[in-house]
Nanobody, 114 residues
Framework: QVKLVESGGGLVQPGGSLRLSCAAS????????MGWYRQAPGKERELVAR???????IYADSVKARFTISSDNAKNTVYLQMNSLKPEDTAVYYC????????WGKGTLVTVSS
């Protein structure tokens, strides 16, 4: 069984920064990529960023130039550095591991408000 644990969420003022972390553990046989999704109240879950084990990245247009995804393959950990945060970034952020199966974390709440 694979477990993903996110951390780093919280309350931040507009223009501020947060760094999310997600550590995967358990019976991980293969990892193709890891990533972050988010779901705001009343909205569908959307892809924020994804990074392959080779280092290739993709970002949602809404976060390009503000968010940076990175990973430590040896630690099966993915990070999301979020800068210049906006109120519309408020959401529950979920970590995902793409492997033989896809695994999800339980999410961490990010609230951007003054």
């Amino acid at each position: 069984q694979v477990k993903l644990v996110e951390s780093g969420g919280g309350l931040v003022q507009p223009g501020g920064s947060l760094r999310l972390s997600c550590a995967a553990s358990g019976s991980i046989f293969s990892i193709n990529a890891m990533g972050w999704y988010r779901q705001a109240p009343g909205k569908e879950r959307e892809l924020v960023a994804r990074i392959s084990t080779g280092g290739s990245t993709i970002y949602a247009d809404s976060v390009k130039a503000r968010f940076t995804i990175s990973s430590d393959n040896a630690k099966n950990t993915v990070y999301l550095q979020m800068n210049s945060l906006k109120p519309e970034d408020t959401a529950v952020y979920y970590c995902i591991l793409y492997g033989g199966m896809d695994y999800w974390g339980k999410g961490t709440l990010v609230t951007v408000s003054s």
